[in-house]
């Protein structure tokens, strides 16, 4: 039986709908608590010196609360949850060394580090031909201040590590510039700017699995803020071929395995991609579609990982 480890903080929805999806495809998912990471890093005494013989089979390299991720056939990461600098960073060391040591890792490192920074999205975004709004990001509040008359004087300015709408303020003359980016100066947090697109209260969010749009929805708020946890509403929405295509352009350019992906079109019909969330939640919109999006989910892990599975599992026995 395929074995995955679901990577998290905490308990909720989400990780509910994964554990049931992944039993009834005839997978076992075992939550793991992220916090609770162990690596470790050396010899046992006795160990020859050198490089390792290819054919020892290489000890347990990491652990969450007392279980060798290595045994796993895959790695669901479920939430990257806040934390210093020093825990982000061991973290992802510990997602990429499992890489190496040859789990799948759904989304890949790589994947999560392209896509929590979002200076960095809109940098591959852009490099790719994906529209995405101009955007500037700074560490000084003179730099700020000139990028905001560069990008037009209306802004969104967003926190460059962040999510579900939070600390997302829109600046639309200098005076507001000025109050809000000495406030982020006080913080020493960095400056991520980006040009505000019209688009009412609504934008789209796409989900993207495995290459394919599994479903999608408008979420509709009160104002120019559309998120989930910010009270906005759902209703479902069949994409248009441009946004289908830009959605998965944009999956492909950050290289993700499945994603959700926000989109707006702006007052002339065009379409943006805004960001690209690679620890996506979609409890709103699983109300808009038939789809089972965590059956979804399981069944591209299982497809991906299965092959990769019965091999370690074929080494581990030798």
């Known amino acids: 039986m395929i074995r995955v480890a679901l990577l998290n903080s905490g308990g909720g929805w989400h990780l509910q709908r994964l554990r049931e999806a992944f039993m009834v495809a005839g997978a076992a998912a075992e939550p793991l608590p992220i916090p609770r990471l162990v690596g470790s890093a050396g010899r046992p005494t006795g160990a020859p010196p050198g490089p390792r013989s290819e054919a020892a089979e290489p000890p347990p390299l990491l652990y969450s609360a007392g279980q060798p991720l290595e045994a796993f056939d895959a790695v669901l990461v479920r939430v990257i949850p806040l934390g210093s600098l020093e825990q982000i960073i061991f ?48 560490e000084s509040f003179e730099d700020a201040m000139q990028a905001f008359r560069t990008l037009g004087g ?8 962040g999510s579900g709408g939070r600390g997302i303020v829109r600046v ?23 040009r505000f697109v019209p688009h009412g209260t ?21 104002d120019w803020r559309t998120n989930v946890g910010r009270g906005a509403v759902t209703r479902p929405h069949l994409l248009t071929p441009v946004q289908e295509e830009l959605a998965l352009r944009a999956c492909k350019a950050l290289e993700v395995e499945y994603a959700g992906v926000d989109l707006v079109d702006d007052e002339d019909g065009k379409t943006w991609v805004l ?34 599975g019965r091999a370690r599992g074929r080494a581990a026995a030798g």
């Open 91 to 138: 973290r992802m060391d510990a997602l990429h060394l499992l890489e190496a040591r040859g789990v799948p890792i759904f989304n890949p490192p790589r994947a999560i580090e392209r896509t929590v920074d979002k200076f960095w999205t809109s940098a591959i975004l852009d490099a790719a031909g994906v529209p995405t709004p101009p955007t500037a990001a700074a």
């Open 154 to 161: 209306d802004l969104v300015v967003k926190p460059l590590f």
């Open 172 to 194: 639309s003359d200098e005076d507001m510039a000025y109050r809000v980016f000495r406030t982020i100066e006080m913080h020493r947090w960095v400056y991520y700017l980006q």
């Open 202 to 222: 609504e934008d789209i969010r796409a989900l993207v699995i495995g290459g394919r749009v599994t479903a999608a929805c408008r979420r509709i708020g009160a």
């Open 275 to 308: 960001e690209v969330n690679s620890i996506p939640g979609w409890s709103g919109l699983q109300e808009t579609t038939p789809v089972d999006i965590a059956s979804a989910i399981a069944a591209h892990v299982l497809e991906r990982c299965g092959g990769a």
